[in-house]
T-cell receptor
Framework: DADVTQTPRNRITKTGKRIMLECSQT?????MYWYRQDPGLGLRLIYY???????NKGEISDGYSVSRQAQAKFSLSLESAIPNQTALYFC??????????????FGPGTRLTVL | GDSVTQMEGPVTLSEEAFLTINCTYT??????LFWYVQYPGEGLQLLLK?????DKGSNKGFEATYRKETTSFHLEKGSVQVSDSAVYFC????????????FGAGTRLFVKA
């Protein structure tokens, strides 16, 4: 079974709709991240969480919100989706105390299309 | 702030050709450096890493050396295969940045048979 899972894998929605993307992990890591991937722009950090009570904005948090329901679950919400939020979204985890030097472990991604 | 710059793609090579993908970085502290690979339809996965100056990371025939004097971490492979076709991301993680990871824009590699 995959260590980091994301649901849904694909989603098509309309402008103005509320969307939630979910991420679950079985790695036992405290740190979780949401990234957005756009062609030519690499990965940009939306939000990150260093533990259940810690939520931090990344470089492109406007229009997004997150919830860390448990150590293993980190959800990303688009309150009112707009077309320029069409992108590939990745969840990731890390544990910088483990000697892995903050290696990131990624989920398979969610492809979101906003019409 | 910290940043990573890598060569633009796509890079198209014939099988068994030599590969170099350039990567340079700026960082305020002493970062760890990474190369991640993304195969079609998948998430990123770690290819190799180096945690201090002059370290060489290697995996699956790929190598990269942490060059502090030139702030570079170029990815090389002596003989590419069709199965190496993917997008490659250079990245850094710096303790002074709270261990957040900064990614380059990615370089797409196509290998022709």
């Amino acid at each position: 079974d995959a260590d980091v899972t994301q649901t849904p894998r694909n989603r098509i929605t309309k402008t103005g709709k509320r969307i939630m993307l979910e991420c679950s992990q079985t790695k036992g890591h405290d740190r979780m991240y949401w990234y957005r991937q756009d062609p030519g722009l690499g990965l940009r950090l939306i939000y990150y969480s260093f533990d259940v009570k810690d939520i931090n904005k990344g470089e492109i948090s406007d229009g997004y919100s997150v919830s860390r329901q448990a150590q293993a679950k980190f959800s990303l919400s688009l309150e009112s989706a707009i077309p320029n939020q069409t992108a590939l979204y990745f969840c990731a985890t890390s544990d910088p105390t483990s000697g892995s030097w903050n290696e990131q472990f990624f989920g398979p991604g969610t492809r979101l299309t906003v019409l | 702030g910290d940043s990573v710059t890598q060569m633009e793609g796509p890079v198209t090579l014939s099988e068994e050709a030599f590969l170099t993908i350039n990567c340079t970085y700026t960082a305020t502290g002493y970062p760890s450096l990474f190369w991640y690979v993304q195969y079609p339809g998948e998430g990123l996965q770690l290819l190799l890493k180096a945690t201090k100056a002059d370290d060489k990371g290697s995996n699956k025939g790929f190598e990269a050396t942490y060059r502090k004097e030139t702030t570079s971490f170029h990815l090389e492979k002596g003989s590419v295969q069709v199965s190496d076709s993917a997008v490659y991301f250079c990245a850094l993680s710096d303790q002074t940045g709270g261990f957040k990871t900064i990614f380059g824009a990615g370089t797409r590699l196509f290998v022709k048979a």
